[in-house]
């Protein structure tokens, strides 16, 4: 849960971005990185391996001004996406109080995406906490590969495939591109600050 | 289990104070009381140094939970102390409660062996207020 600190006036707020392996999770917030460079005041933080994948976690806070008169500080976490690495997964997990879910639209990663779902859902019960009710936002990264010919799955299949039950707010995004970036973390950011409001009352 | 312990004003500022005699009276540069989640609940700075704790913080905990994931292969527990020795600056980690981490920063002016002793001091003070 979001730590409220009463003397400083200060709300942590932990938001993290789950998704299956070269998704665009990374991508996302690097995107956010220079995009709103003039509102972030620390450099992002990256733990990689060799090729560039995400070893650890990728750490990037966020001043978005005050609500209720507490200042909130965003703290945006991606995990690792490989399969292997679940152990690190859940450690970021730790405390989390909104998810984007970073769904990779190429048709090939279609089982990719369920089980990564499936994953971050148990997860989560290891933590006493239920998908159907955080904060949790959908984006369909990749958009842009349709314009480069690579076959990609129509939102309604990832729709049907991923949100059936969940019903979350879902974006067609390219994080590359950086279209609907700043769209998804608006809305996971009003999501999980709102339901915040009532303890800062 | 989540993690879900909550401060009170008073806490912080009685934090703040054992704190602040135990350590950065010591001449230790930086304290941060942080949660697991890496949250940074308390943070005092001596003045000559200015670290990015939020991000010292988030790395902090995910290095201690890898930590203690190595702790239970070989069949322990955790370990509950970690120090990392630089060439100016060292960074010292101690367990407070479950889920709280208390992080020191300091250089060669002070001895690992006082600095030890002293966090074991504002631990058990800690302890007694949360």
């Given at each position: 849960m979001a730590l409220i600190n009463p003397k400083k006036k200060e709300?942590?707020?932990?938001?993290?971005?789950?998704?299956?392996?070269?998704?665009?999770?990374?991508?996302?917030?690097?995107?956010?990185?220079?995009?709103?460079?003039?509102?972030?005041?620390?450099?992002?933080?990256?733990?990689?391996?060799?090729?560039?994948?995400?070893?650890?976690?990728?750490?990037?806070?966020f001043d978005i001004g005050e609500i209720k008169g507490h200042s909130i500080k965003v703290q945006l976490y991606t995990v690792p996406g490989q399969v292997k690495y679940n152990a690190t997964r859940r450690l970021v997990l730790r405390g989390v109080d909104g998810l984007v879910f970073v769904a990779d639209s190429m048709d090939l990663r279609r089982e990719m995406n369920i089980r990564?779902?499936?994953?971050?859902?148990?997860?989560?019960?290891?933590?006493?906490?239920?998908?159907?009710?955080?904060?949790?936002?959908?984006?369909?990264?990749?958009?842009?590969?349709?314009?480069?010919?690579?076959?990609?799955?129509?939102?309604?299949?990832l729709q049907?495939?991923?949100?059936?039950?969940?019903?979350?707010?879902?974006?067609?995004?390219?994080a590359v591109k950086g279209d609907n970036v700043a769209a998804t973390m608006k809305k996971i950011i009003a999501l999980t600050v709102g339901s915040l409001r009532k303890k800062l009352e | 289990m989540d993690f879900t312990i909550e401060?009170?004003?008073?806490?912080?500022?009685?934090?703040?104070?054992?704190?602040?005699?135990?350590?950065?009276?010591?001449?230790?540069?930086?304290?941060?009381?942080?949660?697991?989640?890496?949250?940074?609940?308390?943070?005092?700075?001596?003045g000559d140094s200015s670290h990015d704790v939020y991000s010292l913080a988030a790395l902090a905990a995910g290095n201690y939970g890898a930590v203690s994931a190595m702790a239970n292969i070989i069949g322990e527990q955790e370990f509950s102390l970690l120090f990392h020795k630089?060439?100016?600056?060292?960074?010292?980690?101690?367990?407070?409660?479950?889920?709280?981490?208390?992080?020191?920063?300091?250089?060669?002016?002070?001895?690992?062996?006082?600095?030890?002793?002293?966090?074991?001091e504002a631990i058990k003070r800690i302890q007694v207020l949360i």
């Open positions: 709300v942590q707020v932990k938001i993290v971005y789950y998704g299956p392996g070269r998704g665009g999770k990374t991508t996302n917030l690097e995107y956010i990185n220079k995009k709103f460079k003039k509102r972030i005041q620390n450099e992002m933080v990256t733990v990689k391996t060799y090729g560039d994948r995400t070893l650890f976690f990728d750490f990037l806070p990564s779902l499936q994953n971050l859902k148990e997860n989560l019960e290891t933590f006493n906490k239920s998908i159907f009710n955080i904060p949790l936002v959908l984006q369909y990264n990749k958009r842009d590969l349709e314009e480069e010919g690579i076959p990609i799955l129509s939102t309604d299949t049907r495939d991923l949100n059936s039950r969940l019903k979350a707010p879902s974006f067609a995004a390219s | 401060f009170d004003k008073q806490q912080i500022e009685s934090i703040e104070n054992i704190l602040q005699e135990e350590l950065i009276d010591l001449g230790v540069q930086s304290v941060i009381l942080m949660d697991l989640a890496g949250n940074v609940i308390v943070n005092l700075e001596n630089g060439e100016e600056e060292s960074i010292h980690f101690s367990k407070v409660v479950e889920d709280l981490l208390l992080l020191t920063i300091f250089n060669k002016n002070v001895s690992l062996g006082f600095l030890r002793l002293k966090v074991a």
